[in-house]
T-cell receptor, first 114, second 112 residues
Framework: DTAVSQTPKYLVTQMGNDKSIKCEQNLGHDTMYWYKQDSKKFLKIMFSYNNKELIINETVPNRFSPKSPDKAHLNLHINSLELGDSAVYFC?????????????FGPGTRLTVT | AQSVTQLGSHVSVSEGALVLLRCNYSSSVPPYLFWYVQYPNQGLQLLLKYTSAATLVKGINGFEAEFKKSETSFHLTKPSAHMSDAAEYFCAVSEATYKYIFGTGTRLKVLA
């Protein structure tokens, strides 16, 4: 009964390719996030969606495009991959948009761009 | 603007010794504060959170943290380290809906 799941777990691809990462939560949460964790473990928020609406869009290149088909899913599509995109990408969710609740994280997707 | 500083990117303790991981925050309003743990190749999981109900917060696995407004600190402690505590620990702050700021993490190493 995985709460927040991500696919794939590992993704190895070449520069210039386009790839997608999928995230699903079965917790009934309203808000979902994408984070990027670099090689030094620094965790930075990229996007946040509340009930399928984009509410946070940090300074992320427009090659990154999130999509939320419903409030249980938040996917991340990346165009024209670059070496600097290599990182671990985490999806997370929170139960309600009204207060800073704890976040529930997925297991991560390790993206390696060669 | 809110921010989080974790002093010490690496901390080593002997098994059975006290664990102290430091976190200082900056916030213009009373913050919500969190500690998360990340085991190798896993996502983050919540250890404990401060939401103004009590300044001493107890979490899972024997960890606790004390909110000290005068020192703008929220240090994480555990009286006796166990080998299984070896992991990366993150402090996080939130003062607004949706927005969470994470510290740079502290890697805890437990020596036998």
């Amino acid at each position: 009964d995985t709460a927040v799941s991500q696919t794939p777990k590992y993704l190895v691809t070449q520069m210039g390719n386009d790839k997608s990462i999928k995230c699903e939560q079965n917790l009934g949460h309203d808000t979902m996030y994408w984070y990027k964790q670099d090689s030094k473990k620094f965790l930075k928020i990229m996007f946040s969606y509340n009930n399928k609406e984009l509410i946070i869009n940090e300074t992320v290149p427009n090659r990154f495009s999130p999509k939320s088909p419903d409030k249980a899913h938040l996917n991340l599509h990346i165009n024209s991959l670059e070496l600097g995109d290599s990182a671990v990408y985490f999806c997370a969710s929170t139960p309600d948009a009204g207060a800073p609740y704890e976040q529930y994280f997925g297991p991560g997707t390790r993206l390696t761009v060669t | 603007a809110q921010s989080v500083t974790q002093l010490g990117s690496h901390v080593s303790v002997s098994e059975g010794a006290l664990v102290l991981l430091r976190c200082n925050y900056s916030s213009s309003v009373p913050p919500y504060l969190f500690w998360y743990v990340q085991y190798p190749n896993q996502g983050l999981q919540l250890l404990l959170k401060y939401t103004s109900a009590a300044t001493l917060v107890k979490g899972i696995n024997g960890f606790e943290a004390e909110f000290k407004k005068s020192e703008t600190s929220f240090h994480l402690t555990k009286p006796s380290a166990h080998m299984s505590d070896a992991a990366e620990y993150f402090c996080a702050v939130s003062e607004a809906t949706y927005k969470y700021i994470f510290g740079t993490g502290t890697r805890l190493k437990v020596l036998a």
